[in-house]
């Protein structure tokens, strides 16, 4: 393939192939779709390691994640300031591990980080009701939340501490049949 | 540097490189990932030259150049492999309005499409484009020529739509080939070409199919029983993150609220057994209406395959009468799936387990038909075979006058007469490519049925309701007939029988392969434009767990069968006598045995002769047999092994469990008294603090049903999973079998599709 592209230098772009999942001819169009989402403020030259990040609110309008429900929760463990604003690193980085050749393991742990919303590395209650109520829109009474919540602690927890921890959470998830094929974005 | 230490760098430098490998699997910061990846890189650059030195030093350092270029090599396939793969932005369009599942069948086909484009290139390549190039050309023998009584009409547009005339005479079917043994400058080898692809064909296709399976078969995500993490797997793997459409995403959140609302009313009622008696009337009476038809069926392609045979012999046949057969097995295939979903409406199963039939009984009514057909077809062939023998007395006959007219009318009989004109030779009826023809036939008549199908129930239907509803009584965009909803699997199985057909016809009907690709390509882009303008996203999503390999087994299963009716045509049947790459011979396959003694050196013959023999055969069979049954109980024992440690770890959480229940109910007092006391001297260390608070909040609660405290609807006998003990029995039986819940996934979508060769 013609190494004709100015954006990165031959070292950055190897580093960039052994550190995710990607091809060359990938990164190459995931960095112009980084760009299209604000072309005043990224470089075309990124050889000097120029230090641009996006605003969250640029990149929650992406096609691939304007409908998904935990979009925010997303770009917030993604990005480095944990605010959800993305530099490119974050950005290559979130659709390395969301792309289809990413092992189960490594989309578990970052599953889990979604879904805990207060940070603590635990998935407590109110992260389960949170996750429940964007997943059906608060249509649930609440009643119906709290069962279900109780439900799923009861079935994951293995260490019975009232909440999951990593490993109950990758214990439980790595045997669900649908998780790879769901937590899945393509672009 | 001493031994030692060298030995001590080689391996950190051997672990460096194995971080490099993996460091992309690390959940890293990707900062820091490339921090290390850079120093790890150094690392190696800087030690692997010192290593080098002493004895085999350039050996080492050419080995590693080598290494090096070629990781280089093997990312810069890798690259051009990806850029390679055709339709990834349609697919991803489909995706994104319509899920994973509606995509994995669009996934299948293209992969369908790969393996088809592979056994083109072969036969293409091996068979065809030897003969067009370096065999005779048309008109020279017999076999390639159009016999003097069909020339006038050879040319017609109708004669050709049947695939006689020129169609028949040329290098789309079997009979166009000649036999010689070898053929032009290169002494290419035709006919053991030719069956060499036959077999290959199969070989290749077995390969890729099983390969796919085991690569699918590790995502499935093994063992996870029926129903153990019902909920926590609808909580975080329902929502399909490949969504990137409005409507998509309101119906997602739709199906996911009744599938949370149904798995409750499943936890809080157990389903009450109505009248079992009636029900399994009901399940047998429609397993028998199903028989039924699936014999009526069989029995109507019988009575239409012995019509066409008669046909055959008359001359002023309708268009109908002459396709009769590929309509009648098209229409078959049309008509029975609904016939069949609406007798199952009287067994009452769970979706999933309804989808389940349905698919087999699908499965059934197309494999009847198929070996009815094929039944049917073996049938004409022997009468074929016996009409053989008459023509060849017949022509041998003809020559004979040919020869004698000619030497009466020259009056000279020494001079040779020049050969009779391959038009007027006397013709066997070639069988061969009669049923290459019949496959031929019915391939173009199932693709015709498709399209139409798609034309007239999709894009005529979705017309239809969007511009008829401005003045129609009902909303029909709402009620009936409303839009139409992607068939994955009637269109998966179509696929797969397609597919089948294929493998049966390619050896009597090379270009049947090249039919099937051109086929697969204008499916992909008229399927994708039907599903993008005409269907709507499914209102309840199932998803089969495992059913990507569902299909592959199917497909492996149809390769089977395919294969049994190619392999004894060759092996028994014997081949035309005067077309073909085999005429003359007394079995397909002595083309192996001519080779084997001609060609190639004698100690091969007697080796081979050697491997053929009963004697080495049969224990070798035998060995294979015992290999399976060893490796059958090794993977018995494993399971059960597995068993038992999931059974411990269960027995392990109910004793925690169990063991914290007492703890708290008989030192509860004991707490109360530690809440008081300022150093908690007597608190156990347990790390869970906060969960110690609620209990004795939720005390009170403990009497009073229907409390509003911290969540448990008291008022039902059930036993739910609260942080508050006391509100259950001291025993609870863990979430493993339950009931008729739906589980993570009944039904009609599809898991993953992304399983083969191009990636």
Not at chain 1, 145 to 156: F, L, S, T, W
Request: glycine share 6%; hydrophobic share 40%; charged share 25%.
């Amino acid at each position: 393939m013609g190494n004709k592209q100015t954006i990165f230098t031959a070292q950055q772009l190897d580093a960039y192939q052994d550190c995710t999942y990607f091809t060359r001819k990938e990164i190459l169009r995931l960095f112009y779709r980084y760009r299209d989402l604000a072309p005043q403020l990224v470089p075309l030259d990124y050889t000097s390691h120029p230090d641009v990040k996006l605003p969250y609110e640029l990149i929650g309008s992406m096609p691939e994640l304007k409908d998904n429900p935990f979009r925010q929760r997303i770009a917030e463990v993604f990005s480095e300031d944990g605010e959800g604003n993305m530099t490119l690193d974050d950005f290559l980085d979130m659709f390395s591990v969301l792309s289809e050749m990413a092992p189960r393991d490594l989309k578990a742990y970052y599953a889990f980080k979604i879904y805990d919303f207060n940070n603590d590395d635990f998935i407590c209650k109110s992260d389960l009701e949170k996750t429940l109520n964007k997943l059906t829109r608060n249509e649930l009474t609440e009643d119906e939340v709290r069962m279900v919540c109780e439900k799923v602690i009861d079935e994951a927890d293995l260490d019975n501490d009232g909440r999951l921890s990593l490993e109950d959470f990758q214990h439980m998830i790595v045997r669900a049949p649908d998780f790879l094929s769901t937590f899945h974005i393509r672009i | 540097m001493s031994e030692g230490e060298m030995a001590q760098l080689m391996e950190e430098v051997e672990e460096k490189k194995k971080l490099i490998a993996i460091i992309r699997n690390k959940p890293w910061r990707m900062k820091r990932r490339l921090v290390l990846l850079r120093e790890a890189q150094q690392f190696v650059d800087k030690f692997e030259g010192a290593l080098g030195k002493g004895k085999g030093r350039k050996w080492y350092a050419y080995k590693v150049m080598m290494t090096k270029k070629w990781i280089k090599f093997q990312r810069d396939f890798e690259n051009f492999r990806t850029a390679c793969i055709p339709w990834e932005r349609k697919i991803k369009e489909v995706e994104s309005h319509f899920g994973s599942s509606v995509a994995s069948y669009f996934i299948f086909l293209r992969w369908m499409y790969g393996m088809n484009l592979v056994l083109f290139g072969f036969t293409f390549g091996l068979v065809v484009i030897p003969e067009v190039l370096m065999g005779l050309p048309y008109g020279s023998i017999p076999r390639k020529t159009v016999p003097r009584p069909e020339q006038p009409t050879a040319q017609d547009y109708s004669v050709l739509m049947d695939f006689n005339g020129y169609c028949k005479y040329s290098v789309l079917f079997y009979g166009y080939y000649n036999d010689q043994r070898t053929i032009g400058l290169l002494k290419f080898r035709l006919p053991l070409s030719y069956l060499m692809v036959g077999i290959g064909t199969f070989g290749y296709s077995l390969m890729v199919v099983i390969r796919t399976m085991a690569k699918n078969a590790d995502v499935g995500g093994g063992d996870g029983e029926e129903g153990e993490f019902t909920f926590a797997w609808k909580m975080f793997t329902s929502w399909d993150y490949l969504i990137g459409n409005a409507e998509t995403a309101d119906n997602k959140y739709a199906s996911i609220t009744t599938s949370f609302k149904e798995s409750i009313v499943d936890e809080q009622e157990n389903q009450k057994d109505e009248n079992i008696h009636l029900r399994r009337f009901l399940r047998v009476l429609a397993n028998f209406l199903i028989t039924c038809s699936l014999g009526g069926s069989g029995y109507l392609i019988y009575f239409v395959v012995k019509r066409s045979q008669e046909f055959a012999t008359r001359d002023d046949l309708s268009w109908y009468e002459k396709n009769e057969l590929e309509i009648i097995m098209s229409l078959l295939g049309l008509v029975c799936p609904p016939l069949f979903e609406t007798i199952a409406e009287l067994e009452d199963y769970h979706p999933r387990i309804a989808l389940k039939w349905q698919l087999g009984r699908i499965f059934a009514l197309f494999l009847g038909n198929l070996y009815t057909f094929l039944f049917a077809l073996f049938d004409e062939v022997n009468t074929k075979l016996l009409e053989e023998e008459g023509i060849k007395n017949a022509s041998i006959w003809a020559l004979k006058e040919y020869y004698a007219n000619y030497s009466m009318m020259m009056n000279d009989s020494e001079a040779t007469p020049p050969p009779m004109d391959p038009s007027d030779v006397i013709r066997g009826p070639c069988w061969e490519t009669a049923v290459g023809i019949e496959f031929v036939k019915l391939t173009v008549s199932d693709i015709q049925v498709t399209y139409l199908t798609i034309l007239i129930g999709d894009f005529a239907r979705a017309v239809i309701v969007r511009f008829l509803n401005y003045c129609w009584c009902w909303d029909l965009e709402a009620g009936f007939p409303s839009y139409g909803e992607f068939d994955i699997s009637g269109n998966v199985l179509g696929l797969v029988f397609n597919q089948g057909m294929i493998w049966m016809g390619a050896f009597f009907a090379p270009g049947l392969v090249g039919i099937n690709v051109l086929r697969l390509l204008s499916s992909m882009y008229y399927q994708c434009w039907a599903v993008m303008a005409t269907n709507v996203p499914h209102e309840r999503v199932f998803k089969a767990s495992k059913s990507n390999n569902f299909y592959m087994g199917l497909l492996l299963l149809i390769l089977f069968l395919s294969l049994l009716p190619v392999v004894y045509t060759i092996m028994t049947l014997p081949p035309s006598f005067d077309c073909g790459p085999f005429s003359g011979k007394t079995k397909m396959f002595d083309v192996i045995m001519e080779t084997i003694d001609l060609d190639l050196p004698a100690f091969m013959g007697t080796l081979f002769s050697y491997a053929a023999n009963p004697g080495l055969i049969i224990p070798a069979v035998l060995l294979m047999v015992l290999a399976i049954y060893y490796l059958n109980s090794v993977s018995e024992a494993y399971q059960n092994s597995n068993m038992e440690l999931k059974k411990k770890m269960q027995m392990a959480r109910d004793e925690e469990k169990n063991r914290r229940n007492n703890t708290d109910s008989t030192n509860q007092v004991m707490k109360d008294l530690e809440d008081l006391l300022p150093n908690r001297s007597l608190a156990p260390p347990a790390p869970p603090e906060p969960e110690k608070k609620p209990e004795p909040e939720a005390k009170p609660t403990k009497t009073k049903p229907g409390a509003a405290g911290k969540g448990v609807n008291l008022q039902k006998d059930v036993a739910l999973a609260t942080p508050n003990p006391n509100a259950r029995g001291p025993v609870r039986q863990p979430p493993g079998p339950r009931g008729p819940g739906p589980g993570p996934g009944p039904g009609q979508g599809r898991g993953r599709g992304r399983g083969p060769p191009p990636r």
